[in-house]
């Protein structure tokens, strides 16, 4: 499975940006596929997850409220919608996907296969 995330770029506090992560190589409603973010020095941070085959979605609790994630099927790809951007939401963000994937394990980096690339988002105050 391969992953390529998108849609990052430069926008002001306040504002949106809607980042994609399109996978190849298998049907994203097999796996779970999740969001995380990393700023210089610090470990990757949890974002939000969609739960294998849509059955429900997760966030941190900093995210919450204002990031959605969602999925189009027919474009296998899997989207992290960012509202009310605020300059701690700077980052790099990655998406990763597991097919195995236990609740537990949901926020560890560690316990996911795929990864995406990253894109950067900066939001500027």
Known sequence: VQLQASGGGLVQAGGSLRLSCAASGRASGSYTTAWFRQTPGKEREFVGAL???????????????????????????????????????????????????????LRNPKDYDYWGQGTLVTVSS
């Open 51 to 105: 739960w294998r085959s849509n059955i429900r979605t997760y966030y941190a609790d900093s995210v919450k409220g204002r990031f959605t994630i969602s999925r189009d099927s027919a474009k296998n790809t899997v989207y992290l919608q960012m509202n009310s951007l605020t300059p701690e939401d700077s980052a790099v963000y990655y998406c990763a996907g597991d097919p195995s994937l236990i609740l537990s394990s």
